[in-house]
């Protein structure tokens, strides 16, 4: 292809890739396969890397850049990000319409009325259609140019249809109750404070300094205003709305239109049950006047507008008793105190438990046993204790107080000086143990299907097992003696135990339960050394010269080899063939990362094999046949069937010079 030709190319790829996002991410109706998607990305990719002087910032490769150093540049927005006065009350309500009509003389008016999303107000500049900025709320005045986390959240165009040389959308960015609650089961997995609500995990996924790790927190975002705008003709909320979802934003679906307000009342109070039921956190309605000439003859205080009041909703609280405050055990040892509730239904669902995190948090809110608590559902979700109910106390509550020793072993408890949380550090401990043991076996672990719970604690009692290793020396006979346990029942087991063998070293890693080893670590530890031997033999200053592993995660790594029965674990899983071994990958650089590369016909400049090497020293593969897999074909002279079957396939195809090109990127 000439260059014209491709340049045209790389424009229509640009543009049916961005429609498919759209599709994919915006409207969640996908209309390819991921396979399509991925390889028109790829095709593009190929090209940009070509010819690097066609990649503009709007290009959906250039959703997720690097590191910046220091904190957010302060910008200041065009015209001040205004907030809401509230209200909590229907006759607050009435008196916001009552002062808007008599404002307007009397006029007839309509209201639009919106969910109040929970997350972070954002303003996003365009220029001549082009996304350029990417501003928090901050003040309402001055906020932070966070453009490149703005930039990885794919419900965000990079590019409108709009030919304004400077337009200013505004909305909230916030994360799906999905995704929160994925990154919260994540984050206890890698011992690190859970977020309390998808705001605050919203917010902090914001205010990243590397935008690769915003793009992993999966954030959309709900276009609902407009800040400045040039050249603008809309007149009104809904025509913005839909004008917004014809630029490809997300809009909120669940707006309404009324001209009177007792029928605003209505509609609010219809989501009094069932917003709990939405994929994202809201608190709240937003009552804006839907005409902007009315919008702007009633005019904005200093720090709110005059045409716009926010409903916000009642926490969802109920009142109960704490019966009892019982203590659980966790993998690492630490001692969780959580309160036994007199059940309550509570936003849909009934509590019957809600956590105490530890010996502080008690003493803080002085939450005793007996006491009548408020109890509320935080980011709507995960039940807590707000506070005692200190006039129906009686004087029979009883103060708790952390066990001395553990309450599953017995042995002592230590609480280190500075940290919260009380543990047993009895390495034999049953409770711990069996924590352990449902770590291991856990999908992401080494994924053993049918061995639940209650399974665990039945061979624990039975003394069928004391650490994981056992889990291999299991017979069927073991099995057959335990409640539940049919022969069919028992061979299945069996088999997942046999399979679990080969999960490979990134697992094994993840679920022996290193302290601060995630999922992600094991995965770098296991490429990096290759093999378990290696990795209890390296140095610390070997183990964190590794991206992404930290000093932390490197102490915790030799703290834990440090101690003889660990060997003695990692031996004894050896024995029984669990493979300790990953294919090992020393990298150049990740210039080919993930790329499944097919070489055909004859090279001019190197030999198979160098080119084969080449490839594999930048993190990729190569392999001896065209399928659906690969991933880039590099073709020499006279290539023959495989070029062919690459073109029919749509794999993207390089020549040897550009593949050289490649080699030389970092
Ligand atoms: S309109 C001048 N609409 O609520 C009007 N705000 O307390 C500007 N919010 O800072 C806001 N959902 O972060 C508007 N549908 C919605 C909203 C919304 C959430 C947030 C926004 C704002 C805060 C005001």
């Given at each position: 292809m000439d260059d014209a030709a491709l340049l045209a190319r790389l424009q229509e790829l640009r543009q049916k890739i961005d429609e498919l996002s759209y599709q994919y991410y915006t409207l969640d109706k996908p209309t390819v396969t991921d396979y399509e998607y991925d390889m028109m990305y790829r095709e593009l990719e190929n090209i940009e890397k070509a010819h690097p002087q066609w990649v503009t910032p709007d290009s959906p490769t250039q959703r997720v850049g690097s590191k910046i150093s220091g904190g957010f540049a302060k910008y200041t927005h065009d015209r001040p990000m205004l907030s809401l006065g509230d209200v909590f009350s229907d006759d607050e309500l009435r008196e916001f319409d009552q002062r808007v009509r008599s404002d307007l003389g009397g006029e007839a008016l309509s209201y639009v009325v919106e969910l109040k999303i929970d997350g972070l107000a954002v303003n996003l500049i365009y220029e001549h259609g082009q996304f350029i900025r990417g501003v928090t709320r901050g003040d309402g005045r001055v906020g932070e140019d966070i453009t490149n986390n703005v930039r990885t959240i794919r419900t965000i165009p990079l590019r409108i249809p709009s030919t304004s040389p400077h337009i200013e959308i505004r909305g909230e960015v916030y994360m799906p109750v999905a995704s929160f609650m994925q990154l919260n089961a994540q984050r206890r997995d890698d011992e690190l404070e859970p977020f309390a609500n998808p705001r605050n995990a919203a917010a902090g996924s914001l205010r990243q300094l590397d935008p690769r790790i915003t793009a992993q927190r999966k954030l959309a975002f709900f276009a609902y205003a407009l800040g400045g705008a040039e050249d603008n003709t809309i007149t009104s909320q809904e025509e913005l709305l839909a004008d917004l979802q014809k630029f490809h934003f997300q809009v909120n679906q669940e707006y309404r239109t009324f001209t009177n307000i007792e029928d605003v009342i209505t509609f609010i109070h219809s989501?009094?049950?069932?917003?709990?039921?939405?994929p994202y956190a809201t608190d709240g309605m937003v009552v804006k006047v839907n005409s902007f000439a009315q919008q702007h003859r009633l005019g904005n205080t200093v720090k709110i507008p005059r045409w716009a009041i926010a409903y916000k909703f009642p926490p969802e609280q109920a009142k109960t008793k704490v019966l009892g405050i019982s203590v659980s055990l966790g993998r690492t040892g630490v001692l969780t105190p959580a309160a036994d509730l007199k059940p309550v239904r509570l936003a849909g669902t009934t509590v019957k438990r809600a956590t105490l995190h530890n010996e502080d948090f008690i003493k803080e809110k002085d939450i005793r046993i007996g006491d009548t608590v408020i109890i509320q559902k935080a980011g709507e979700i995960i039940p807590e204790v707000v506070r005692p109910v200190l006039a129906d106390r009686t004087g029979k509550e009883q103060i708790f107080v952390m066990p001395k020793?553990?309450?599953?072993?017995?042995g002592p408890v230590v609480r280190v000086e500075g940290e919260a949380a009380t543990r047993c550090i009895n390495p034999d401990c049953p409770a711990v143990i069996g924590e352990k043991i449902a770590h291991f076996v856990s999908r992401d672990a080494m994924n053993i299907d049918g061995l639940g719970d209650a399974i665990v604690q039945q061979l624990l009692d039975h003394h069928l097992i004391q650490d994981v290793g056992d889990i291999y020396g299991l017979r069927r006979e073991d099995l057959l003696g335990l409640e539940g346990f049919g022969e069919k029942s028992a061979d299945n087991l069996l088999k997942a135990i046999e399979t679990s063998k080969s999960a490979g070293l990134a697992r094994v890693l993840f679920a022996l339960g290193i302290r601060f080893v995630g999922a992600k670590a094991g995965r770098i530890l296991a490429e990096s050394f290759g093999s378990m031997e290696a990795i209890m033999a390296a140095s610390t200053d070997e183990l964190t010269a590794l991206d992404d592993i930290g000093p932390r995660i490197a102490d915790s790594i030799a703290a834990y080899f440090a101690v003889p029965a660990h060997g003695d674990l990692i031996r004894k899983l050896a024995a029984y063939g669990v493979v300790m071994t990953a294919e090992k990958r020393q990298l150049l650089n990740a210039s080919f990362d993930g790329e499944i590369v097919v070489l055909t016909g004859k090279l001019q400049t190197m030999t198979r094999k160098e080119a084969e090497q080449a490839v594999e020293l930048r993190g990729g593969k190569c392999t001896s046949s065209v399928t659906k897999k690969t991933t880039l074909v590099v073709i020499g002279s006279d290539p023959g069937s495989k070029y062919d079957k690459a073109r029919t396939l749509g794999t993207p195809i390089i020549t040897e010079e550009e593949f050289r090109d490649w080699l030389q990127r970092e």
């Open positions: 989501w009094d049950d069932r917003r709990d039921s939405l020793t553990c309450p599953s072993c017995g």
